[in-house]
């Protein structure tokens, strides 16, 4: 099949959280099984090409917006072994920025993102034409390239190239459905005609692209099964839940991978020492050195509990910061490494004032140390309001360091309570979005903790799981070939 991939972000060229590691991932496995796959990402000021030559396509083109007219031009390099190609739409006033969504000086999202990815869908379409490429599947992820399947059933119909494609709409986060006002819907370029009350485009009064690509994509998946059927639910479904629920036979649940070529200790060249299943003296060492980097002092019967996040609301971490007196009065320590909210940066500076030979947190984005918190850490924090999949608990577990997380989308798909009972678990569950519920199992862990043959069973138990791409990969690659199979017809 040719599958063509679009999204805003894909590791190793630019990458904000989870979405970037799927795209990333998910095209390799597809490329091995000899599809060919084309992803397309916005060209940013700030990309990492490091990865593969990248160069120019002899090929530009404008884009008009609202009567405007906007210069297209677009890179391109290619994998060295797989049949996997990189496609970069560039303009340099919609692209060269210094973030990717949130201008930095007023920490709000830059006013004009409906125009940046509507000029990136379209762009993408156009040059898919001109490369005379016809994709068996379009696969789309989240907000930024929801137009896509639109355009394809709207504006790009009549001229017929996109006829025999079918549409992938992924949603990694319902909380981000692209929202702008009304009178902003013409720079679609589409008719005002379809734009009214009940529309697809329409969200209480606002225009809102998520909600357009749910209506027109031929299938949506999400990233596990359990935030499958939360999104239906009036109380995680963002007020989509009605037009997810209409949707609900197309509607499809695929757990993301983890890409262990990155996240696993026993090739991990972000970590001072590797380690593995049958040795874990390395683990130690890590967390021997991470502790003496952040001049906190060396205590073996301490838990180290890391946290590895965005500092945003969804995470749960107001939950922590509730209890955080009284998880500190225990004999543990804590690193934590996020950015986002000033609330949360506030909060965390304080704890670190606080609590100077137990609290740390580093607040920045560093792929590097969370490679190594991971490696270090004893037990992983994740108590999650809401969470689609998470990719952070499934890198704890592989590396030993038992997850402490909510029952919620793909936490509660990935993550077995353990049950003193039968021995069995690979970390600790909870229900209830409560701070108590939270305090007591993070009591249970640290406790736990101190029985050293049932900690590294409930570690070892972990490390032996396995979410890699494949599993999901071969999942995806059903779903396209069922509807492949549909064109057919
Ligand atoms: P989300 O996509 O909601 O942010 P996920 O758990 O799915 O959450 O993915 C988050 C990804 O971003 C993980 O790879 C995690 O390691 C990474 N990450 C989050 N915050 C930071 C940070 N401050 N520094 C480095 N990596 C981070």
């Known amino acids: 099949m040719k599958i063509l991939v679009v999204a805003s972000e894909a590791v190793p060229f630019v990458k904000t959280g989870g979405l970037g ?15 060919q796959v084309k992803v397309f990402l916005p060209r940013y000021e700030k990309l990492n090409t490091g990865y593969c030559h990248v160069g120019k396509l002899g090929w530009s083109g404008t884009i008009s ?7 297209l031009s677009v890179e391109h390099c290619r994998d060295k072994r797989l049949p996997l190609e990189f496609y970069f739409i ?28 509507i000029f990136f869908t379209r762009g993408v379409l156009e040059t898919v034409t001109a490369l005379d490429w016809r994709p068996d599947i379009i696969h789309v992820h989240d907000w930024q390239a929801s137009l896509i399947p639109v355009y394809v059933k709207t504006l790009y119909k009549e001229e017929g190239f996109f006829s025999q494609s079918k549409t ?52 949506i998946t999400t990233v596990s099964r359990r935030y499958a059927e939360e999104i239906q639910t009036d109380e995680l479904g963002c007020g989509l839940n009605g ?79 509730e209890i955080a007196d009284k998880v500190l009065a225990m004999d543990v320590q804590m690193i934590i490494l996020g950015t986002g909210d000033d609330k949360y940066h506030q909060i965390f500076r304080e704890f670190e004032t606080r609590y100077p030979d137990k609290f740390r947190a580093c607040l920045t984005f560093d792929d590097d140390l969370a490679h190594w918190i991971e490696a270090a850490a004893d037990m992983f924090l994740m108590p999650s309001q809401f969470e689609p999949c998470g990719l952070n608990q499934m890198y704890s577990l592989k590396y ?5 997380v909510r029952e919620v989308g793909g936490l509660a798909d990935t993550v077995e309570d353990f049950k003193p009972e039968t021995g069995q678990g690979t970390g600790f569950v909870f229900q209830d979005y ?17 029985k050293r043959r049932i900690w590294t069973k409930i570690m070892k138990s972990g490390m032996r799981k396995d979410y890699s791409w494949d599993r999901s990969a071969h999942e995806y690659a059903e779903l396209f070939g069922k509807l492949n199979n549909m064109k057919n017809d």
Do not use: C
């Not at 590691?21 to 599809?35: E, F, I, Q, S």
């Not at 917006?65 to 210069?71: L, P, V």
């Open 21 to 35: 590691d799927v795209v990333g991932a998910l095209p390799k496995p597809l490329a091995r099984t000899n599809h």
């Open 65 to 71: 917006i609202n009567e405007k007219k906007h210069s």
């Open 243 to 321: 037009v997810l629920s209409q949707r609900k036979e197309d509607l499809v649940g695929i757990l993301n991978g983890v890409d262990y070529t990155v996240w696993s200790p026993s090739r991990d060249k972000k970590i001072p020492y590797t380690y593995h299943l049958a040795n874990l003296s390395g683990k130690r060492m890590n967390k021997v050195e991470l502790l003496r980097r952040f001049s906190l002092p060396v205590r073996d019967r301490a838990p180290l509990i890391g946290v590895i996040s965005r500092l945003a609301d969804q995470k749960g971490l107001d939950l922590f910061a």
């Open 168 to 219: 992938v709409l992924t949603i990694h986060n319902l909380a981000y459905q692209g929202t702008f006002d009304s009178e902003r819907f013409g720079a679609i370029g589409l008719p005002e005609a379809m734009f009214y009350a009940t529309s697809p485009f329409e969200f209480y009064g606002k225009v809102n692209f998520l909600k357009a690509g749910i209506v027109y994509a031929d299938k």
């Open 400 to 404: 030993g360091t038992v997850p402490i």
């Open 90 to 117: 560039r303009n340099h006033h919609f692209f060269d920025r210094d973030e990717l969504y949130i201008d930095k000086k007023t920490n709000r999202d830059y006013a004009d993102n409906d125009e940046r990815f």
């Open 434 to 450: 409560s701070p108590e519920a939270l305090l007591d199992t993070i009591t249970r862990a640290v406790q736990t903790f101190g």
